[in-house]
């Protein structure tokens, strides 16, 4: 059975870091593109990041560019969002997917992803 699992979400100031985690289980990563999304309440989902199987080839949303670095460890099966500078707006549930397609990390649009995992609480407060 396939599975992805997100954690590291949570609440944080703005300025504030978090760091998430999204493992995979019943199948091997390095076979796909991945991807984080999140979508806030009233709000469609939107890509935040992709990465490609090689890692070599990143898409990152406007809003987050600078702020957001994204990593996959094929070895441990994982793939990280490292955000940082949040910001009120950054509030979402945030997704991971897989996508079997090898160029889906260049549009980072959900409709390319098939394997998502259950998302992950982001909430940027004071």
């Known amino acids: 059975q396939l599975q992805l699992v997100e954690s590291g979400g949570g609440l944080v100031q703005p300025g504030g870091s978090l760091r998430l985690s999204c493992a995979a289980s019943g199948f091997t990563l390095d076979r796909y593109t991945l991807g984080w999304f999140r979508q806030a309440p009233g709000k469609e989902r939107e890509g935040v990041s992709c990465?490609?199987?090689?890692?070599?080839?990143?898409n990152y949303a406007q809003s987050v560019k600078g702020r957001f670095t994204i990593s996959r460890d094929n070895a441990k099966n994982t793939v990280y969002l490292q955000m940082n500078s949040l910001k009120p707006e950054d509030t979402a549930v945030y997704y991971c997917?897989?996508?079997?397609?090898?160029?889906?990390?260049?549009?980072?649009?959900?409709?390319?992803?098939?394997?998502w995992g259950q998302g992950t609480q982001v909430t940027v407060s004071s």
């Open positions: 990465i490609s199987r090689s890692g070599n080839s990143i």
């Open positions: 997917a897989a996508s079997t397609s090898g160029s889906s990390w260049r549009g980072c649009l959900p409709y390319g992803y098939d394997n």
